[in-house]
Each structure stands twice: as C-alpha cells, then as structure tokens.
C-alpha cells in the first residue's frame, strides 16, 4: 500500500503568515492528490484536487503542488478561518486510498 | 442541492453487527462512485471502502472481510454492513460521493457514530 507521510504533524501560525504543509507518498503518484480541511465536530472539506486544482469557492490564498512523491499544501496569508486541520490524500491507486496523518494549524 | 445524510450509528458490543446508511439527494448514487470515511476519535480520516459505479467494490485490509458495501438503486442509497466489530472500529463515519476523474471526495455527508464497547 501507498503511505502518506504529512509534515508537520502541527504548527503555530499567526494571521497573515505563509504557511506550507508537505505532504511526501511512499511511491510515485503523479498528480493525483488531494487536500482537505477539517474544523472540529464537522466534516471534512475538499480544498485542492489534482496537486493543484482549486475547488470552487475556495480562497485563492490555498495552492497546491508537486509532482510524483513530494507535495505541497501553501497558504499564502492565513486568515482567522483557517485554523483547521489539514489532510492529504493519494488516489493514484483506485483499490485502496490513504490519507495523510493529518497537520493541525494552530494560533501561535 | 447534493445533500448526503447518514444514519445507522450507535452503541454495539464487540462481534456485533450494524449497518449504516447514507442517503443521498439530488444525484444518483448508482451512476457515481462512493465512498466510507471513517474517524476514531481524536484521530486522523482512515478510508474505508469504495463502490464504483461499474459496482465493483474495494476495502481498507482493516476491515476486509467483516465490512460490506452496498447500494440500493430504488432508495437512492449507500450502506456500510459492519460485522465482527471491534473495539477499534469506534469512529465518526463519513458517506462521500467521489469525482471519477481524480478520485477525489467531493461531498461529505455530517458522520454516523458508531461505538464499539462492552
């Protein structure tokens, strides 16, 4: 099975910094890789599809990329909202998934 | 609006059996791949299974054998059939149609609880 290795596993961050979440799978997966968000006691949220394809309605401020093993979630100026957890996730291999254990973005 | 509401969670002893639902609004579930998400508490998503629309079915090897994944056309439903329960079962379990092009969750259902203790 393809692991997902999330990096780091939390981080402290105040309103207006970059942020950047790497996201490493044990194989190559070309570009097929996913972000979500999660804020307690709700469902996840897709982000970032592909790498790099924002979902509509997302903030422009979320990007994504990478390619093959090493990818990148960035946040380009954090807002009060985005105090969440984040997860990758590898669908290159259609018969089992994987997410990445999860990074906590936290009010430093 | 795509809406998916799960149902079925609960209380069940260890090697007891539930089964939980996802009912799903306006889309077809059988002309799209879905998908079981769960979460432990205070823990990070774990996928569960997958049903493509073709019907074939695939599952995490945590729960290979005891899980099963179905959909009933008429309702416009998904299942998860949970036997051989075990204490590390216990999670929020999410339904979630999935986009065939990059297999990605695109909708969420709200998550079903299901604990599994004595």
């Known amino acids: 099975d393809i692991q997902m290795t999330q990096s780091p596993s939390s981080l402290s961050a105040s309103v207006g910094d970059r942020v950047s979440i790497t996201c490493r799978a044990s194989q190559s997966i070309s570009s097929y890789l996913n972000w979500y968000q999660q804020k307690p006691g709700k469902a996840p949220k897709l982000l970032i599809y592909a790498t790099s394809s924002l979902q509509s309605g997302v903030p422009s401020r979320f990007s994504g990329s990478g390619a093959g093993t090493d990818f990148t979630l960035t946040i380009s100026s954090l807002q009060p909202e985005d105090f969440a957890t984040y997860y990758c996730q590898q669908s290159y291999d259609t018969h089992t998934w994987t997410f990445g254990q999860g990074t906590k973005v936290e009010v430093k | 609006e795509v809406q998916l509401v799960e149902s079925g969670g609960g209380l069940v002893q260890p090697g007891g059996s539930l089964r939980l639902s996802c009912a799903a609004s306006?889309?077809?579930?059988?002309?799209?791949?879905m998908s079981w998400v769960r979460q432990a508490p205070g823990k990070g998503l774990e996928w569960v299974s997958i049903i493509y629309s073709g019907g074939d079915t695939y599952y995490a090897d945590s729960v290979k054998g005891r899980f099963t994944i179905s959909r009933d056309n008429s309702k416009n439903t998904l299942y998860l059939q949970m036997n051989s329960l075990r204490v590390e079962d216990t999670a929020v379990y999410y339904c979630?149609?999935?986009?065939?092009?990059?297999?990605?969750?695109?909708?969420w259902g709200q998550g079903t609880l299901v604990t599994v203790s004595s």
């Open positions: 979630a149609r999935v986009e065939w092009s990059w297999n990605y969750c695109h909708y």
């Open positions: 306006e889309f077809t579930v059988s002309s799209n791949y």
